[in-house]
């Protein structure tokens, strides 16, 4: 999804829209990382099951979805 975003400046900005991600990415992280740490301090399995699956297909999305421009 932020490929799709940010596609037209991918194409002329690679490294700052790759470091753009990446910040997006980590602070996703940060946040999905508390929200799964409070559901398990609840003794909830379910919900942190399903956002590790989410994180790790994003992840991956991400990951895929970065085409620099070879010269």
């Known amino acids: 999804m932020i490929g799709w975003l940010l596609r037209r400046w991918q194409r002329r900005f690679p490294g700052p829209i790759l470091a753009v991600s990446l910040t997006l ?35 991956v999305r991400v990951i895929v979805s970065f085409k620099p421009r070879r010269r």
């Open 25 to 59: 990415l980590v602070g996703l992280v940060g946040v999905l990382t508390w929200w799964v740490m409070r559901d398990l301090s609840r003794g909830q399995l379910l919900r942190p099951a399903i956002a590790v699956l989410a994180l790790a297909l994003l992840s």
